[in-house]
């Protein structure tokens, strides 16, 4: 027997732009709450950087960042463009890190300034910055052209001009 609601539940129901879909909690006791509908804007202001940038369906777009909402938006902005969003875990050492970006071939990374873990805080991009500098000793063509850093713990921050954009301002730029 079918029910009569088996139409009302196929139906694709979109969420109330105003609902929250993401809710962060970090540290030192910070919350981030994003609705839908800012998530979705971020995504698309993300996805627009990507692309003049340079990335295109099928390029692979690598996320070195800690578990904070950018993640989770440059995830979404990969998948407007069909592009390949490759995980780097903060966790991996220089030497590994080096190696999986000469694997990749990946024409964007995103990663932060630095991040909290346990109290403290640590360092993401100066770990980056080494990896890359070792990747380009051995083999400079496969770096990526751009590195976005998003700026999580307001540290400062080596920088290569031409390479390294801010985050916020790329998003921000439209």
């Known amino acids: 027997m079918i029910s009569e609601h088996a139409d009302d539940a196929r139906e694709v129901q979109e969420p109330d732009a105003s609902q929250i879909a993401l809710t962060w909690s970090g540290e030192p006791g910070r919350l981030e709450e994003l609705t839908h509908g800012m998530l979705l804007d971020q ?3 993300a996805a627009a950087a990507l692309t ?3 990335v295109r369906a099928g390029d692979r777009v690598a996320v070195h960042l800690p578990l904070v909402p950018e993640s989770v938006i440059a995830t979404l902005a990969c998948g407007r463009l069909d592009a ?3 995980t780097l875990p903060v966790s991996l050492t ?3 890190l080096a190696a999986r970006i000469r694997e990749s071939g990946i024409r964007v990374l995103i990663t932060a300034d630095a991040a909290f873990w346990d ?3 640590r360092p993401v991009k100066p770990v980056l910055d080494h990896a890359l500098a070792r990747s380009a000793a051995m083999d400079g063509s496969s770096l990526p052209r751009t ?3 998003v700026n ?3 540290r400062p921050v ?3 001009p031409g390479r390294d954009k801010w985050w916020h301002e790329a998003l921000a730029t439209n």
Do not use: M, Y
């Open 158 to 160: 080596s920088w290569k």
């Open 119 to 121: 109290g403290s805080v």
């Open 84 to 86: 390949i969003r490759t």
């Open 52 to 54: 003049r940038f340079g």
């Open 147 to 149: 590195v976005l850093v």
């Open 152 to 154: 999580r713990c307001s």
């Open 94 to 96: 220089v030497p590994e």
């Open 43 to 45: 995504a698309e202001r």
